[in-house]
């Protein structure tokens, strides 16, 4: 067939069992670039002084004096850098069960797949709440002093970087669904028919062998000498006998 119509049956025939891992590679790729961005740009929060005219930024790699909040912002970043691993090779793994010739054979590659998902979105999940708890976290504000923070700020609101964290783990539920999605709509391999062998009776009779009778060597017909017959003499059949008309016949006399 064209090349078309090989590329027509190609996609046709994956279609139903590639659709779930089509979307995992999707899902996966974009987590990946979001997780990526939100690690890297340092606006996860903002927030502005009363005493000030101008905004600040907090982001991951931008560590409180209080101790007491430095261990959700590590952990935030810890759980956001496992997220983006996870991402990746969940988009990786995708790719390779699209990729393969024979798609029945790729059940555990589906298992692992659907299992880094789930571990990507536990990650995601848990950067997002604990940056909750050290965006919530008064402490965190005053550096360790249990005072009113609309004392001194105006406002602490979330920013893109979280935004963006939310999102990706949105993505990562999302992708676990496909993936195991995928591990149920995995092709069956074909189904090979073996022929049984013939039946045999347990007891069958005894086979008798007959040898074949010995090969004599063919001897030819003798040959005799040819004897040559003389040919007897033709004789005429008919035999032509002259008689004379006019002889009389013989007189017989009588005597007394």
Not at 65 to 73: A, I, L, R, S
Not at 149 to 155: E, L
Not at 210 to 230: G, L, N, R
Request: aromatic share 14%; glycine share 4%.
């Amino acid at each position: 067939p064209s090349p078309q119509l090989r590329v027509s049956i190609f996609f046709r025939n994956r279609s139903c069992t590639m659709l779930f891992p089509a979307l995992t590679a999707a899902f996966g790729l974009f987590g990946t670039i979001l997780s990526a961005v939100a690690i890297g740009l340092p606006n996860w929060s903002r927030f502005e002084y009363l005493t000030a005219t101008s905004e600040n930024t907090i982001g991951l790699w931008t560590l409180p004096d209080n101790t007491y909040c430095q261990g959700w912002v590590i952990a935030t970043a810890a759980m956001m850098i496992c997220a983006l691993i996870c991402f990746f090779l969940v988009m990786f793994g995708a790719v390779l069960i699209l990729v393969s010739k024979v798609a029945a054979r790729t059940k555990t590659l589906r298992i692992l797949v659907s299992i880094v998902a789930f571990f990507c979105f536990v990650f995601s999940l848990l950067a997002v709440i604990f940056w909750i708890c050290f965006h919530e976290w008064n402490k965190c504000w005053l550096d360790g002093q249990n005072l009113d923070v609309n004392a001194y700020f105006k406002y602490q609101k979330y920013d893109a970087s979280w935004i963006l964290a939310c999102v990706a783990t949105g993505l990562a539920m999302l992708m676990t669904c496909t993936a195991c999605a995928a591990i149920g709509k995995m092709p069956r391999q074909p189904v090979k028919y073996v022929t049984a062998p013939p039946y045999m009776p347990a007891y069958a009779p005894p086979t008798v062998s007959y040898t074949s009778a010995p090969k004599y060597p063919v001897v030819p017909p003798p040959t005799y000498p040819s004897t040559s017959y003389t040919t007897a003499p033709a004789y005429s059949s008919t035999t032509s006998y002259t008689t004379s008309a006019a002889a009389p016949a013989p007189a017989y006399s009588s005597t007394t």
